[in-house]
C-alpha cells in the first residue's frame, strides 16, 4: 500500500517536469513519444518518480530540481562552455546564479548575440536534436562581392568537407562596394556553419551575431546582459516540434 502512495499519473508527472499542460502531455503519451523504464507508455499509466526512467523521444525526463533559463547577450571574446581548461573567460562568467547552470548550443569565441542559459537538460536535448529544425537568426556583415550565383548557392545548400548544408533563408539587407550585411536564417547546428558557408562563396565574415534563436529574440538586453525567461517563453520553447 505504502508503494502505491508513491505513483502519479504519467501526464501529471511529464506536465510537472515542464512539458506543457496536462493536455498536451497526454497527446505525447497518445502519439507513442513517451517510454517508462523502455517501454512505450499508455493513456493511464503511473509512475514513481523516485524510480521509474521516464522518457520523451529517448531523452529523460525529471523531476524534483526547480527548472531554471535564461537569456544571455554573449559578447565577443567568451567561449561557450561552462569551464575552459586554458582559462579563457567563458559566458558562464556572466552569469550571476546558483546552481548548475549551462548554455545550449554553442557561439564560437567571435561571435555575439543571444544565447540560451538553463539547467533543464531535457529541454538542452529537445532543442538541439537535428530533427527538431530550431530556426536561428543571425545578422552577418562580411567582406567580399555576394554574386546572384553566390547568394543562390547560399539559399539551395552549400557542400562543406562534412556535407551539404540544407538550405537558409539569406536576405540581402544592404550592400556597398565590396561589403554587404545579411541576414541568415538556419535550423542546423553545425561549427562555424555560417562563416563556412560565406567562405565557400568568397565572403570573409567581420562580424555575426545571433538575434533569435525560436521564439526569442535579443529585444530589451544589452550586450555582456542577461534575463530570466517568461514563463510564455519557456511553454513555446517546450512545445517546439
Known amino acids: 500500500m505504502g508503494e502505491e502512495t508513491t505513483l502519479v499519473r504519467l501526464q501529471k508527472f511529464l506536465a510537472e517536469a515542464g512539458l506543457g499542460s496536462r493536455r498536451r502531455c497526454e497527446e505525447l ?78 557561439l564560437d569565441k567571435d561571435t555575439r548575440g543571444l544565447l540560451l542559459i ?25 567582406e567580399g562581392y555576394l554574386t546572384p550565383q553566390g547568394l543562390s548557392r547560399l539559399r539551395k545548400g552549400i557542400r562543406l568537407e562534412d556535407g551539404t548544408t540544407a538550405p537558409a533563408k539569406v536576405r540581402v539587407l544592404a550592400k556597398k562596394g565590396n561589403r554587404c550585411l545579411l541576414q541568415f536564417t538556419i535550423h542546423e547546428g553545425r561549427k562555424r556553419q555560417i562563416r563556412r558557408m560565406c567562405a565557400a ?11 533569435r534563436f525560436g521564439p526569442l529574440d535579443l ?23
Open 29 to 106: 503519451i497518445k502519439d507513442g513519444r513517451v517510454a517508462v523504464n523502455g517501454r512505450t507508455a499508455r493513456l493511464g499509466d503511473r509512475v514513481d518518480p523516485a524510480r521509474d526512467r521516464v522518457t520523451v523521444d529517448g531523452i529523460p525526463v525529471s523531476v524534483g530540481v526547480e527548472k531554471k533559463y535564461f537569456l544571455l547577450n554573449k559578447p565577443p571574446g567568451y567561449i561557450t562552455t561552462v569551464r575552459d581548461t586554458r582559462g579563457r573567460p567563458t559566458v558562464m562568467d556572466l552569469v550571476r546564479e546558483e546552481g548548475r547552470l549551462f548554455p545550449v548550443g554553442r
Open 118 to 142: 538553463t539547467n533543464d537538460g531535457y529541454l538542452a536535448h529537445k532543442l538541439l536534436h537535428p530533427s527538431r529544425g530550431v530556426e536561428k537568426t543571425y545578422l552577418v556583415e562580411a
Open 201 to 211: 562563396v568568397g565572403l570573409q565574415v567581420r562580424d555575426l551575431v545571433r538575434t
Open 219 to 241: 529585444r530589451g538586453v544589452k550586450e555582456g546582459e542577461y534575463r530570466p525567461l517568461t514563463p510564455e517563453e519557456v511553454r513555446k520553447l517546450m512545445e517546439l516540434d
